[in-house]
Nanobody, 119 residues
Framework: VQLVESGGGTVQSGGSLSLSCASSGFPFNLYVMNWYRQTPGKGRELVARISGDGGLEDYMNFAKGRFTISRDNTKNTLSLQMSNLKPEDTAIYFC?????????????WGQGTQVTVSS
């Protein structure tokens, strides 16, 4: 199983970035896909998630109206389009795949990609 994020970098406040996550080794279309982010002071937090068929999206309040999550099940890729970025968006962004709950839960994490927003 592999989840490989790309697209991170440094951008000025108000700018945009597009993150991608290339996935392999598991049935991608059967997994809910999530973007998380982590900062040293706040720990890991959910950014957005999308259902297996792409029909349902959910965003945390800080991401609503600025971030767009999407997936391409033909290419096993997950994306996060981020606009109007703010310094507080600076974090390591992780791709996460999840299926099932409790003892039947299956999940995978990517290695993360750094996003830095300068003021």
């Amino acid at each position: 199983v592999q989840l490989v994020e790309s697209g991170g970098g440094t951008v000025q406040s108000g700018g945009s970035l597009s993150l991608s996550c290339a996935s392999s080794g598991f049935p991608f279309n059967l997994y809910v896909m999530n973007w998380y982010r982590q900062t040293p002071g706040k720990g890991r937090e959910l950014v957005a998630r999308i259902s297996g068929d792409g029909g349902l999206e959910d965003y945390m309040n800080f991401a609503k109206g600025r971030f767009t999550i999407s997936r391409d099940n033909t290419k096993n890729t997950l994306s996060l389009q981020m606009s109007n970025l703010k310094p507080e968006d600076t974090a390591i962004y992780f791709c996460h795949a999840q299926r099932g709950w409790g003892s039947d839960k299956s999940e995978y994490w990517g290695q993360g990609t750094q996003v830095t927003v300068s003021s």
